[in-house]
């Protein structure tokens, strides 16, 4: 025998049928307990988490130049994962003789347009210089202009140094 779908009585009222006034009681303690909580966090004094800690980068102006010196500390190199290579001459296709080359991903490009790559003079210390790219071959860039071999140039990273150079998200 098949079962007839039962109706439910009019008298049974669902749970968002219920008191209004009661409804209202309800959002009126919901809305009160929000603002207690929001206003006492707003109270509370934060302290960083490593308040004792230098900050992750020093920036010095150079004078005379547009530049800055940005030196970071240990655990700043750590958390960007910062590496460094060297340019080198290296042979490629489109030539044949070697050429003065850098990882590609050392460049980064300025708002006008300008190629820079940062230089190392010094462990952890970095100085941003303007480079001239003849082409890109893979992931290197080959160089017309731009420091002599043997320089050490960061490698990953470089998009974090120029914003801390430029105060990019402080």
């Not at 929001?38 to 988490?49: D, F, G, K, R, V």
Request: hydrophobic share 40%; with cysteine; net charge positive.
């Amino acid at each position: 025998m098949p079962e007839t779908p039962t109706k439910r009585s009019s008298q049974c009222k669902s749970v968002s049928e219920g008191n209004p006034v009661r409804k209202h009681r309800n959002r009126w303690l919901a809305t009160s307990l929000v603002i207690v909580c929001l206003s006492l966090t707003a109270c509370q004094q934060l302290t960083p988490i490593h308040a004792d800690e230098p900050p992750p980068a020093t920036v010095v102006h150079i004078e005379g130049s547009e530049l800055s010196r940005v030196t970071l500390t240990e655990r700043a190199i750590q958390r960007l994962a910062l590496k460094t290579d060297q340019v080198r001459v290296q042979q490629v296709s489109r030539l044949a003789s070697a050429q003065k080359v850098v990882p590609y991903s050392s460049l980064i490009y300025d708002l006008h347009g300008e190629t820079w790559v940062y230089t190392a003079p010094q462990p952890r210390t970095f100085v941003r210089q303007k480079v001239e790219v003849a082409y890109i071959e893979g992931d290197m860039a080959v160089l017309k202009d731009g420091p002599p071999v043997g320089v050490v140039v960061a490698s990953v990273g470089v998009a974090e140094l120029y914003g801390a150079e430029l105060g990019i998200g402080h």
